[in-house]
């Protein structure tokens, strides 16, 4: 059996070499720093959910390749089922710590998207790269990784590709140079969630690429603290208030980080894509149909936890929930929308002959799009619950609260609800400014790609002319009712 404690997972953040600064200051130990703590408690407790009976279902399943029990983020997904269990388990995380877990989701479906992509590409061009990833895979099972999926580039100008940037060649993370024990590479990997609490990094293409890309054309997996890897932790919401006062944000956290990559060997048995153009494209279309299916259940396990904020604020002001139905009903119905798309991407999916299933982009998209504009719509309704307590500013400090001098008379007034204390009150409403305009915000518009080329991916699957007959047919029309021509 292979299902890592909690604690062996921090201890192997502890052994790993400091190499993510923040503030211009290198963290020396990412699972104390008030910088990383939180993403990291936010990723352990899914190492807490294998030990709970009531979650372990969630979190532990039986590995593909040995048959052994294994931490679920690490086995790529081979069966609808198991995609539904992704979400099943990334909503539950969301509900209980309130945050993204990037490590234990973007990873784990880089992971299975390539398990597909490296069986044609070793048909096509006789490549081992399946083996590879076997092997890697079993060992992140055997120990228990927490790996992040690194897919978004630098970019640069965005009216050039890849491969025809004018100015910075390094824009896309490319290959610098082949050797015959592996590759070297340089550039850039681009707000990447959760690298703090990772083990390890997996990159990936972000796009597709012609065969005047194909240095950029490249996947590979290394440890989190590689020689050549430098990470910076992205400036984060509240950053001030959230490292000193003691209630501003909640233990748990997520954060961001680029990642610089300044001539990275990698060894052959880590690399899994080095120059096949054509497979980024594959890669990019099952990625992004798989992920976008199973984002619905991230923002629907946030949408929960407002929920039971909005809960929280409503009694400790000292007024019932039922005064609040309809506020409450239309929350839920936003985080049900985008769970069940997603679980209706997946279920009309197909299966791939190596066993990945791909959901159905068409709705995977259209899910995408509605986890832009839904989740906003009920922080918006968490916000007009709990009043403007929760706006940003309308509170004194912790120090002010808890002050000899102030506190007595602070509390005072901020007790509302019989029974609750002034001090519940005040950090409800801190949570619920976390949720709805603070560093508790899921990517909703930009997480997994932008909503507008989740559109261009709708708009491509809709089969325009295709309804149109059916609509004539239905009229009984029998002429030709053609695009007009300027």
């Known amino acids: 059996m292979t299902v890592i404690s909690k604690e062996r997972y921090l201890k192997s953040l502890k052994k790993m070499k400091p190499n993510i600064y923040k503030f211009d200051e290198l963290i020396k130990d990412v699972t104390t720093h008030p910088a990383t703590r939180g993403v990291v408690k936010t990723h ?44 099943k388990f990334k909503r539950q995380m969301f509900l209980e710590a309130g945050n993204c877990q990037a490590g234990e989701c973007v990873g784990w479906q880089v992971a299975t998207i390539m398990w597909s992509v490296t069986a044609d590409m070793d048909t096509k061009y006789g490549t081992n790269y399946q083996k590879r990833l076997k092997k890697y895979i079993l060992k992140a099972q055997k120990n228990g990784w927490v790996i992040v999926g690194a897919l978004t580039d630098a970019k640069g100008d965005r009216s050039y590709g890849a491969d025809k940037q004018p100015e910075n060649k390094d824009a896309y993370l490319h290959i610098v140079e082949k050797r015959e024990d592996g590759i070297v590479v340089r550039g850039c990997k681009a707000q990447i969630a959760g690298v703090a609490a990772a083990n390890e990094i997996f990159v990936v293409p972000t796009t597709g690429l012609s065969e005047a890309g194909k240095d950029y054309a490249v996947s590979f997996a290394i440890p989190r603290d590689q020689e050549g890897v430098t990470i910076i932790e992205s400036r984060g919401v509240s950053d001030k208030r959230r490292f000193e006062e003691g209630w501003d944000v909640p233990d748990y956290g997520i954060s961001q980080g680029w990642i610089f990559f300044d001539n990275v060997f990698i060894p052959n048995e880590r690399v899994f894509m080095a120059g096949e153009f054509e497979a980024a494209g594959q890669f990019i279309t099952g990625f992004t149909a798989n992920y976008r299916a199973c984002i619905g259940a991230c923002v629907a396990g946030q949408g929960d936890c407002m ?117 519940t009150r005040a950090k409800t409403a801190r949570l619920a400014e976390y949720l709805t305009v603070g560093g508790g915000i899921p990517g909703c518009m930009h997480g997994g790609g932008s909503p507008d080329g989740a559109r261009m991916v709708v708009k491509s699957l809709t089969p325009l002319d295709e309804f149109a007959e059916h609509a004539k047919k239905i009229a009984g029309i029998t002429e030709d009712v053609l695009e007009p021509v300027k």
């Open 307 to 423: 929920i039971g904020t909005a809960v929280l604020s409503i009694r400790s002001n000292g007024l019932s929930v039922k005064k609040f139905n309809d506020k409450i009903v239309e929350m839920s119905l936003n985080n049900e929308n985008t769970y069940a798309m997603g679980i209706g991407a997946i279920t009309l999916g197909t299966q791939h002959p190596s066993g990945t299933v791909i959901a159905d982009s068409k709705i995977a998209h259209a899910n995408k799009v509605f986890v832009s504009k839904l989740p906003t719509e009920t922080r918006r309704i968490c916000q007009e619950i709990c009043g403007g307590i929760v706006e940003t500013g309308c509170m004194p400090s912790y120090a002010d609260f808890k002050s000899e001098q102030n506190g007595e008379m602070i509390q005072k007034y901020f007790k509302a609800g019989k029974g609750v204390s002034a001090e």
């Open 44 to 87: 352990a407790h899914g190492f807490e959910m294998a030990e709970n009976p009531d979650t372990r279902e969630l979190a532990v399943t039986a590995s593909h390749f040995t048959g052994k029990e294994v931490m679920r983020w690490t086995n790529p997904m081979l069966s609808k089922e198991e995609l539904v269990m992704n979400m």
